[in-house]
């Protein structure tokens, strides 16, 4: 799973950061999956988990050098999926100068929906995203404020790593994230499209 930080510039300024100049990459290994209704558990290691709803672009072949003309045929779908963040061990590690895949790639950190297949559209389509925590809504965004397009992700990212059948990209998340406890249900949804359960424990 390949993930894109501060994607959408009223994000990465409610946390104090600056848009970057090129697009901020992390990844998530495959034990961070889990899907629709699934159970996410808070690590022992955190105390303020946060919610980030993302469009997930699932890719449907191997691809390498795209050029932006390419990047139609190399998806396969859309889904929308949970970047689940322990916000202080991220913020420990900014601090140190250290890495922080701890804080992003725990197990059961990236729930992803449904895939809707890509040949539902024509084009490449802007999405509406939402998030609930308990009924209560916290997320919502549009596609049309990424910094960077879904076009442009894939070619920056199948020119660096290569892209493979199967690979998930998160495309960043809007404004709005905040701390889940044991016990929250969260929602969220592309509008009218997909949707996505899990449960805080």
Known sequence: MFCIGRNYA???????????????VFLKPPTAYVANDGVVEIPSISNNMHHEVELVVVIGKDCRNVNIDEV???????AVGIDFTLRDVQNSAKQKG?????AKG???SAPISAVVPASTYTGIPDFDLQLEVNG???????TTHMERSVEELVVYLSSIFGLQK????????????????????????????????????
Not at 10 to 24: C, K, M, W, Y
Not at 98 to 102: D, G, I, S, V
């Open 98 to 102: 250290e890495p922080w895949a701890t």
């Open 72 to 78: 139609e045929s190399c998806i396969a779908g859309y």
């Open 166 to 201: 199967g690979d998930c990209i998160f495309t960043g998340t809007p404004e709005g994230v905040g701390k889940v406890e044991r016990g929250d249900m969260v929602s969220c949804t592309l509008r009218n499209v997909v949707e996505l359960s899990v449960n805080i424990r």
């Open 106 to 108: 725990f197990y059961a």
């Open 10 to 24: 009223n994000h990465a300024r409610e946390l104090g950061n600056e848009v970057p100049e090129s697009p901020i």
């Open 136 to 142: 209560v809504v916290k997320q919502q965004g549009s």
